[in-house]
T-cell receptor, first 113, second 112 residues
Framework: DAGVIQSPRHEVTEMGQEVTLRCKPI?????LFWYRQTMMRGLELLIY????????DSGMPEDRFSAKMPNASFSTLKIQPSEPRDSAVYFC???????????FGPGTRLLVL | QQQVKQSPQSLIVQKGGISIINCAYE??????FPWYQQFPGKGPALLIA?????SEKKEGRFTISFNKSAKQFSLHIMDSQPGDSATYFC???????????FGTGTRLQVFP
């Protein structure tokens, strides 16, 4: 298995631009998680889906952030408009169920200038 | 109550030494305690996990010790190696959610 796939791996954009991060979970996994990692705040859960349905989005910072999972093999995290404070590494992870191992992707390193 | 407190923030150990990272929690509903290891430029990966029905779990050089009454658990790395240099995260969850509550991470550096 290829593991969790994320794209792009690196993104540099200017403040105010829209950013879309993409994730392909491991086939057969029914839970998908979006995390953000910064030095200041550590690893934060933004949102997670179960069977393509958003279950907990309490970690989404504000309305500028949105996430979708149109099918079992694809999810997006969108930031519009982006701000410099959104600069971070964004990870996608998937698992096969409650308290099962979460498999993380390689992350997308986002820099907003 | 949903927090998991992790210490120390950073740890420097000589090769062959024992590395110890501690975590504490408040939520008594937590019943699953994994540790994740993250190398620079990579995503975290599961290292070892424990449930509260046992007080200790060992996998190779890695051991989790669990103290239910104190609501604490710790990771011990025996015979630490330079290849163990990474950031370690403890986490916790209850059976009602897929959500993991992560600690703040410990950066371990093992010097030869």
């Amino acid at each position: 298995d290829a593991g969790v796939i994320q794209s792009p791996r690196h993104e540099v954009t200017e403040m105010g631009q829209e950013v879309t991060l993409r994730c392909k979970p491991i086939s057969g996994h029914n839970s998908l998680f979006w995390y953000r990692q910064t030095m200041m705040r550590g690893l934060e859960l933004l949102i997670y889906f179960n069977n393509n349905v958003p279950i907990d989005d309490s970690g989404m910072p504000e309305d500028r952030f949105s996430a979708k999972m149109p099918n079992a093999s694809f999810s997006t995290l969108k930031i519009q408009p982006s701000e410099p404070r959104d600069s971070a590494v964004y990870f996608c992870a998937s698992s096969s169920g409650t308290q099962e191992t979460q498999y993380f992707g390689p992350g997308t390193r986002l820099l907003v200038l | 109550q949903q927090q998991v407190k992790q210490s120390p923030q950073s740890l420097i150990v000589q090769k062959g030494g024992i590395s110890i990272i501690n975590c504490a929690y408040e939520n008594t509903a937590f019943d699953y305690f994994p540790w994740y290891q993250q190398f620079p430029g990579k995503g975290p990966a599961l290292l070892i996990a424990i449930r509260p029905d046992v007080s200790e779990k060992k996998e190779g050089r890695f051991t989790i010790s669990f103290n239910k009454s104190a609501k604490q658990f710790s990771l011990h790395i025996m015979d630490s190696q330079p290849g163990d240099s990474a950031t370690y995260f403890c986490a916790a969850s209850d059976g009602n959610t897929d959500k993991l509550i992560f600690g703040t991470g410990t950066r371990l550096q093992v010097f030869p």
